[in-house]
Each structure stands twice: as structure tokens, then as C-alpha cells.
């Protein structure tokens, strides 16, 4: 991670002196980002977000990932994939830190972020429920009554209970699973899966491990934002991850896509060709 990493910029938006809020020093940039990008209708985000209470304590945070394909080197070390879905990867490309703004104000960033700076169409997001979740969705539901364009949809669903049927807004880390999702976030990290580069997120990665407890976070200083890269690997699991993946793939490079699909059909003779294209049978 710290050879990728580097000090992220800051870049002014008019949009966030409409609101009257300062995110200089809050907001940082990937400074090899193209922030033009950010409207481009065949590009897909993930934020994933934490929330805290504001007061000088822990942070609340929105880390923000490009859905992309994995370059033609990571695409050739894949191994034994099972999908397309395989062969893309979230690139860390901004990431908003900060213990001083309230919750309302934290709301009117992320509402700023998702829907008048990113296209908001293409924009998924893992909050974190905890204490203050329900507490943020409202706000993201009422702030900006005459121009209000925020969507519940855009909120990722997940079970709240290992046993429920249903699917709710938000994401819960409880003692039962956050150790899982540490550890498929060090495997994913591995295999390319995700591409993180922010001096700040490196820095409390480097910090964060395995306590004397037996439970994961920081030995030393925090881990709000290491946290909001490890329940971001939650997305891939989902049917959202899979829908963003089919519209990407009408944009690639067709080069790309070809080298995807050699790999990915390579061991089909020896496998008796069971990776037909269900087309084919209806012919």
C-alpha cells in the first residue's frame, strides 16, 4: 500500500459554498483524478460511510471508489474466475474525514457529493448503522426540501440479522462478522480487488490488526477510515455490484473485454466446455 499511496488535494466546488460549508482540509483528492470525470454517465460509485457524532471524538467518513476493470496485468494474474464480475476492482479516488461537523452538516456533504457533484444515477452507498444510521437517512431525506433529489435506492441493502429473510438500508458490524469482513478485505486487497492510495487510509491500515482481545481495529490512533475500505469489500456480494458491472462492460475497451473472456473461458475444453453461452441452446 505505501508505494501507491500519496497526499490527497483539495479542490473547490462551488457547490459546497452554495451550502455554506468548508471542506478544506475535510475533503482530499486523488491529485492523478480527474475530478471532470465525476458527471461522465459511464462511470459507477461507491461510497461507503461512517458515521459518528461530531464533537471532536471519532470521525465520521465518506470514502469514495471508481467501480472499473482491473488492468491487462492484474486481469492475466486472476485465478479461477467464476464471472465477468471477477475482473473489476474499486479505485479509491476521494475521501472525507472529520470529527468537527455535526450530523446535519455531515449529511449535506455526503447529499452534496452523491447528487450534485457525482452522477447521481451511479452512485451506490454502504453506510454503516449504527447509532446515528436512521438518524443520517432522514436527514439525506429532508435536507434541501425544494431540490431534494436523494433516492433510497441509492442506499446498498444488507441483512441486519445472519438469519433474516430481508434485506435493510445500511450495513451492521457486529462482533459475529466484523472479523470476517476484515479478513476478506485482506484477500481481496491481495488479489487486486481493490486499489487503495490515500496517505491517510494507509496510514491507519498500517496501524490496524489483530488486538490482544482477539478482535480486530487499531493498536494505535484510529480506524474510521481503514473501516470504511473493509465494509466497501461487502458490495461485491451484491446484486447492485453485478448491475454496475453489466452496464461498465458496455463501455470497456473491447481489447480489455476480450482478454477477460480468453481467461475466464480458458480451461472450458478441459472442463468438458461447461461454460456454454445459453444462447447457443436456443439456436
Given at each position: 500500500?505505501?508505494?501507491?499511496?500519496?497526499?490527497?488535494?483539495?479542490?473547490?466546488?462551488?457547490?459546497?459554498?452554495?451550502?455554506?460549508i468548508d471542506?478544506?482540509?475535510?475533503?482530499?483528492?486523488?491529485?492523478?483524478?480527474?475530478?471532470?470525470?465525476?458527471k461522465?454517465?459511464?462511470?459507477?460509485?461507491?461510497?461507503?460511510?461512517?458515521?459518528?457524532?461530531?464533537?471532536?471524538?471519532?470521525?465520521?467518513?465518506?470514502?469514495?471508489?471508481?467501480?472499473?476493470?482491473?488492468?491487462?496485468?492484474?486481469?492475466?494474474?486472476v485465478?479461477n474466475?467464476?464471472?465477468?464480475?471477477?475482473?473489476?476492482?474499486?479505485?479509491?479516488?476521494?475521501?472525507?474525514?472529520?470529527?468537527?461537523?455535526v450530523?446535519?452538516?455531515?449529511?449535506?456533504?455526503?447529499?452534496?457529493?452523491a447528487?450534485?457533484?457525482?452522477?447521481?444515477?451511479?452512485?451506490?452507498?454502504?453506510?454503516?448503522?449504527?447509532?446515528?444510521?436512521?438518524?443520517?437517512?432522514?436527514?439525506?431525506?429532508?435536507?434541501?426540501?425544494?431540490?431534494?433529489?436523494?433516492?433510497?435506492?441509492?442506499?446498498?441493502?444488507?441483512?441486519?440479522r445472519?438469519?433474516?429473510?430481508?434485506?435493510?438500508?445500511?450495513?451492521?458490524?457486529?462482533?459475529?462478522?466484523?472479523?470476517?469482513?476484515?479478513?476478506?478485505?485482506a484477500?481481496l486487497?491481495?488479489?487486486?480487488?481493490?486499489?487503495?492510495?490515500?496517505?491517510?487510509?494507509?496510514?491507519?491500515?498500517?496501524?490496524?490488526?489483530?488486538?490482544?482481545?482477539?478482535?480486530?481495529g487499531?493498536?494505535?490512533?484510529?480506524?474510521?477510515?481503514?473501516?470504511?475500505?473493509?465494509?466497501?469489500?461487502?458490495?461485491?456480494?451484491t446484486?447492485?455490484y453485478?448491475?454496475?458491472?453489466?452496464?461498465?462492460?458496455?463501455?470497456?475497451?473491447?481489447?480489455?473485454?476480450?482478454?477477460m473472456?480468453?481467461?475466464?473461458?480458458?480451461?472450458?475444453?478441459?472442463?468438458?466446455?461447461?461454460?456454454?453461452?445459453?444462447?447457443?441452446?436456443?439456436?
Amino acid at each position: 500500500m505505501r508505494k501507491r499511496m500519496r497526499p490527497y488535494v483539495y479542490h473547490d466546488f462551488d457547490e459546497f459554498d452554495y451550502i455554506s460549508i468548508d471542506t478544506r482540509g475535510f475533503l482530499g483528492w486523488d491529485p492523478e483524478f480527474d475530478i471532470d470525470t465525476c458527471k461522465d454517465q459511464e462511470n459507477f460509485w461507491l461510497f461507503s460511510v461512517d458515521i459518528a457524532e461530531g464533537n471532536g471524538g471519532d470521525s465520521s467518513v465518506i470514502n469514495i471508489f471508481q467501480v472499473n476493470p482491473m488492468n491487462s496485468d492484474e486481469i492475466k494474474n486472476v485465478v479461477n474466475p467464476g464471472a465477468m464480475y471477477d475482473f473489476f476492482k474499486f479505485s479509491q479516488v476521494a475521501r472525507f474525514k472529520s470529527n468537527e461537523h455535526v450530523i446535519e452538516d455531515f449529511a449535506k456533504v455526503l447529499y452534496t457529493l452523491a447528487v450534485d457533484i457525482f452522477y447521481s444515477e451511479n452512485v451506490k452507498m454502504i453506510i454503516e448503522y449504527n447509532t446515528y444510521g436512521t438518524v443520517l437517512f432522514n436527514y439525506l431525506r429532508q435536507i434541501f426540501p425544494q431540490r431534494n433529489d436523494f433516492d433510497d435506492e441509492m442506499i446498498v441493502k444488507f441483512k441486519h440479522r445472519h438469519d433474516s429473510r430481508s434485506l435493510k438500508p445500511g450495513i451492521k458490524l457486529k462482533s459475529d462478522n466484523k472479523a470476517i469482513f476484515c479478513q476478506n478485505f485482506a484477500k481481496l486487497y491481495k488479489i487486486n480487488r481493490l486499489d487503495l492510495t490515500d496517505e491517510v487510509t494507509v496510514t491507519e491500515a498500517s496501524l490496524f490488526g489483530t488486538l490482544p482481545n482477539g478482535s480486530y481495529g487499531a493498536q494505535m490512533g484510529n480506524d474510521d477510515v481503514i473501516m470504511t475500505c473493509i465494509t466497501a469489500t461487502e458490495f461485491f456480494n451484491t446484486t447492485d455490484y453485478a448491475d454496475f458491472v453489466e452496464e461498465i462492460l458496455d463501455f470497456i475497451d473491447p481489447e480489455l473485454h476480450d482478454e477477460m473472456e480468453a481467461i475466464l473461458f480458458r480451461d472450458s475444453d478441459q472442463q468438458g466446455d461447461l461454460q456454454y453461452d445459453i444462447y447457443d441452446l436456443l439456436k
